[in-house]
Nanobody
Framework: QVQLVESGGGLVQAGGFLRLSCAAS????????IGWYRQAPGKQRELVAT???????TYADSVKGRFTISRDKSKNTVYLQMNSLKPEDTAVYYC?????????????WGQGTQITVSS
């Protein structure tokens, strides 16, 4: 089992910034991707940004150039620095760990943290 604890959400004005943190504990994987998804009211959950065990980063087109994902391996923590926030970034943000083992894949989710960007 893996536990993901998120922090850093809140209310911010358009143009502002926030940083999300996701601390992971429990089982470990040598091959994985960890990152952030978001879900706005009435919309499907979508990928925001991920970083793989091989340090490959992936970003949604809508956040490229504004958001940066990073991690501190010593703290088992991944961060999402969000700059130039827009009202359309308003959503619940979820931390996700996608782990890969020879027999199967595993997906773990955090509890979610609300981000509201006011115009």
């Amino acid at each position: 089992q893996v536990q993901l604890v998120e922090s850093g959400g809140g209310l911010v004005q358009a143009g502002g910034f926030l940083r999300l943190s996701c601390a992971a504990s429990g089982s470990t994987f040598s091959v994985y991707a960890i990152g952030w998804y978001r879900q706005a009211p009435g919309k499907q959950r979508e990928l925001v940004a991920t970083i793989s065990s091989g340090d490959t980063t992936t970003y949604a087109d809508s956040v490229k150039g504004r958001f940066t994902i990073s991690r501190d391996k010593s703290k088992n923590t991944v961060y999402l620095q969000m700059n130039s926030l827009k009202p359309e970034d308003t959503a619940v943000y979820y931390c996700n760990l996608h782990g890969v083992r020879p027999d199967k894949t595993y997906d773990y989710w955090g509890q979610g943290t609300q981000i509201t960007v006011s115009s």
